[in-house]
């Protein structure tokens, strides 16, 4: 039981590459890859004779990959996450890879080899690395043909065999009728929707022992495909997930540790020992963030590899809102009840937040409503899957191309039949359709303006419950997605307002809590003993 446990709580960190443990290779395929990576040249090599650079800790993971096999010598791993800093030449090592299983020993005849991205500029940077490659050997040269036209497909063909190496980007709709043998999926984190990760991912599918490897920076936020990946190599890294088909390579430094460290940059900076990437380049960037907020998350993301919150000005520190991932009592029916709604029409969501008063705690129960129509469409846009969110019932999506105002009307209603609802708060906003009926039904309907006279001292009460553990939320996904678009702006007197990060970003459920928690604040919650019948009817009640 004790090893169980040790199991699963080990560190992320690949300290297989340094620890000197065996690496199985039965049938000498590790040694093989290595052995023709070291045969290759590169034009910007150090090396005598222009040698591919393959560096100690790149080699360990070579020998991981290829050298593991079954008893048919099939590859054990099938996917490769390599989580790295920029400057440690993930590039070079991805198209060396690449080439291992276009021209090497790992290609099969008629394979299809693949550098995706998010972009075809930035495709092109690996298969630029590996056409130099190509071009540094005269023998390489004589044996394939490349085509590098400045808008069409790029692509190096090895005629002898059938096989190639090909540039797709995220013009995904041609690319679901791809068999690819061999994938690079490069910088995950900024890829803007999972259309072309699901058209190469099931391409893989359709044949055996092919490989997809992920290389990628730290992203930001965790509404991603990036996210999602890196999250389940985690699992994998900490022994909490057993799957040998995918190998961890996570080279991340803790949130929290010291990131003006050098010692730390160089622990997660694999490249440092071997002269890349710049030392001095470091200690530049770290006198930079001295002085500027920006550059101290630009450090942390980009020469240390933390993950950050979406926002560049934050709310709140994500890390403190999730402690708030409390499930809700069981026993809350019947207590006071705050509500607060914001409108939308066609683009944003409308957010209505229910605060419910238990003791100290506010208890937040969010629902979210969009438009039907395009909702696949909606979701590529704004970078979320809308899509899992309402088959999970996060969000409700209505008939047409706009808010049906009924649905929401009669969502509050039957809020207000649970709860002891003291007042529903409006957005002034596209309110009247559902906030009139309300009103002239009697319902307690009020409205809240969005400036900073009201929003700045709201936020204060938000960020105190918040801060105490006292904001319990349930980890609703689309919630907490809301609060890590939130960007403040604070003016020259530090009253403070909720922007958009970008123009994609939907912040209505955090606007909306602010607004409901607020107002929960400001509100006396009378215990059932400060009844004026208390007393005389105190054995009923």
Same mark, same amino acid.
């Not at 550098?115 to 940077?125: E, Y």
């Not at 803790?254 to 940059?265: A, L, R």
């Not at 560049?312 to 999730?322: K, L, N, Q």
């Given at each position: 039981?004790?090893?169980?446990?040790?199991?699963?709580?080990?560190?992320?960190?690949?300290?297989?590459?340094?620890?000197?443990?065996?690496?199985?290779?039965?049938?000498?395929?590790?040694?093989?890859?290595?052995?023709?990576?070291?045969?290759?040249?590169?034009?910007?090599?150090?090396?005598?004779?222009?040698? #591919?650079?393959?560096?100690?800790?790149? !080699?360990?993971?070579?020998?991981?990959?290829?050298?593991?096999? *079954?008893?048919?010598?099939?590859?054990?791993?099938?996917?490769?996450?390599?989580?790295?800093?920029?400057?440690?030449?993930?590039?070079?090592?991805?198209?060396?890879?690449?080439?291992?299983?276009?021209?090497?020993?790992?290609?099969?005849?008629?394979?299809?080899?693949?550098?995706?991205?998010?972009?075809?500029?930035?495709?092109?940077?690996? #298969?630029?690395?590996?056409?130099?490659?190509?071009? &540094?050997?005269?023998?390489?040269?004589?044996?394939?043909?490349?085509?590098?036209?400045?808008?069409?497909?790029?692509?190096?063909?090895?005629?002898?065999?059938?096989?190639?190496?090909?540039?797709?980007?995220?013009?995904?709709?041609?690319?679901?009728?791809?068999?690819?043998?061999?994938?690079? &999926?490069?910088?995950?984190?900024?890829?803007?929707?999972?259309?072309?990760?699901?058209?190469?991912?099931?391409?893989?599918?359709?044949?055996?022992?092919?490989?997809?490897?992920?290389?990628?920076?730290?992203?930001?936020?965790?509404?991603?495909?990036?996210?999602?990946?890196?999250?389940?190599?985690?699992?994998?890294?900490?022994?909490?997930?057993?799957?040998?088909?995918?190998?961890?390579?996570?080279?991340? $430094?803790?949130?929290?540790?010291?990131?003006?460290?050098?010692?730390?940059?160089?622990?997660?900076?694999?490249?440092?020992?071997?002269?890349?990437?710049?030392?001095?380049?470091?200690?530049?960037?770290?006198?930079?963030?001295?002085?500027?907020?920006?550059?101290?998350?630009?450090?942390?993301?980009? =020469? #240390?590899?933390?993950?950050?919150?979406?926002?560049?000005?934050?709310?709140?520190?994500?890390?403190?809102?999730?402690?708030?991932?409390?499930?809700?009592?069981?026993?809350?029916?019947?207590?006071?009840?705050?509500?607060?709604?914001?409108?939308?029409?066609?683009? *944003?969501?409308?957010?209505?937040?229910?605060?419910?008063?238990?003791? *100290?705690?506010?208890?937040?129960?969010? =629902?979210?409503?969009?438009?039907?129509?395009?909702?696949?469409?909606?979701?590529?846009?704004?970078?979320?899957?809308?899509?899992?969110?309402?088959?999970?019932?996060?969000?409700?999506?209505?008939?047409?191309?706009?808010?049906?105002?009924?649905?929401? !009307?009669?969502?509050?209603?039957?809020?207000?039949?649970?709860?002891?609802?003291?007042?529903?708060?409006?957005?002034?906003?596209?309110?009247?359709?559902?906030?009139?009926?309300?009103?002239? *039904?009697? #319902?307690?309907?009020?409205?809240?303006?969005?400036?900073?006279?009201?929003?700045?001292?709201?936020?204060?009460?938000?960020? =105190?419950?918040?801060?105490?553990?006292?904001?319990?939320?349930?980890?609703?996904?689309?919630?907490?997605?809301?609060?890590?678009?939130?960007?403040?702006?604070?003016?020259?007197?530090?009253?403070?307002?909720?922007?958009?990060?970008?123009?994609?970003?939907?912040?209505?459920?955090?606007?909306? $809590?602010?607004?409901?928690?607020?107002?929960?604040?400001?509100?006396?919650?009378?215990?059932?003993?400060?009844?004026?019948?208390?007393?005389?009817?105190?054995?009923?009640?």
């Amino acid at each position: 039981m004790k090893a169980t446990m040790k199991a699963t709580i080990r560190s992320t960190f690949p300290d297989w590459i340094y620890d000197g443990s065996e690496i199985p290779d039965p049938f000498g395929y590790g040694e093989r890859a290595v052995r023709f990576l070291r045969a290759l040249k590169h034009p910007k090599s150090t090396l005598p004779g222009r040698q #591919f650079q393959l560096d100690f800790w790149q !080699e360990r993971i070579v020998r991981r990959i290829y050298g593991p096999r *079954d008893a048919s010598g099939r590859r054990i791993v099938s996917t490769v996450v390599i989580l790295v800093p920029r400057g440690n030449r993930k590039t070079s090592f991805a198209a060396g890879l690449a080439l291992l299983h276009t021209i090497g020993p790992e290609k099969v005849s008629g394979g299809e080899a693949v550098f995706s991205a998010s972009d075809r500029k930035q495709a092109g940077i690996a #298969f630029k690395e590996a056409c130099g490659v190509v071009k &540094a050997d005269r023998r390489l040269v004589k044996a394939t043909r490349i085509y590098d036209p400045h808008n069409a497909p790029k692509k190096i063909e090895y005629p002898r065999e059938g096989s190639h190496l090909e540039v797709i980007s995220s013009d995904a709709a041609r690319n679901h009728g791809s068999t690819p043998t061999f994938v690079l &999926a490069d910088e995950l984190h900024v890829w803007p929707s999972r259309l072309l990760w699901e058209a190469l991912t099931t391409g893989l599918d359709k044949t055996d022992d092919t490989l997809l490897v992920i290389a990628t920076t730290a992203g930001r936020g965790q509404d991603n495909i990036a996210w999602d990946i890196i999250e389940n190599a985690r699992q994998v890294a900490r022994g909490k997930i057993i799957d040998p088909s995918v190998l961890p390579v996570l080279f991340e $430094s803790d949130p929290k540790v010291d990131h003006t460290s050098e010692t730390e940059w160089r622990r997660v900076n694999p490249g440092a020992s071997h002269g890349y990437p710049s030392v001095a380049g470091f200690h530049r960037h770290v006198k930079r963030a001295a002085t500027s907020p920006g550059e101290r998350e630009s450090l942390r993301q980009l =020469k #240390f590899n933390v993950w950050l919150d979406k926002s560049t000005s934050p709310f709140v520190d994500m890390d403190i809102y999730d402690k708030g991932n409390q499930p809700l009592p069981g026993d809350i029916d019947g207590l006071p009840c705050w509500i607060a709604v914001d409108m939308s029409t066609t683009t *944003d969501l409308t957010a209505v937040v229910a605060c419910v008063r238990k003791g *100290d705690d506010f208890l937040m129960i969010p =629902k979210f409503f969009c438009p039907e129509d395009d909702l696949r469409k909606r979701a590529d846009q704004d970078g979320v899957n809308y899509v899992v969110w309402a088959e999970d019932g996060f969000i409700e999506p209505t008939p047409g191309n706009s808010i049906d105002c009924g649905a929401v !009307e009669s969502y509050i209603r039957n809020l207000c039949v649970r709860f002891d609802v003291r007042e529903i708060t409006f957005d002034p906003a596209y309110a009247a359709p559902v906030m009139t009926p309300l009103t002239n *039904d009697g #319902f307690p309907t009020a409205t809240m303006r969005q400036g900073w006279v009201t929003q700045s001292p709201a936020l204060n009460d938000l960020e =105190k419950a918040i801060l105490q553990g006292r904001f319990i939320h349930a980890g609703h996904p689309v919630l907490r997605w809301c609060f890590s678009n939130v960007a403040i702006h604070t003016d020259s007197n530090n009253n403070r307002t909720m922007h958009k990060g970008k123009s994609t970003d939907r912040i209505d459920g955090a606007s909306a $809590s602010w607004m409901a928690v607020s107002r929960a604040s400001a509100a006396e919650v009378r215990s059932m003993y400060d009844r004026d019948d208390f007393l005389e009817n105190w054995a009923t009640i």
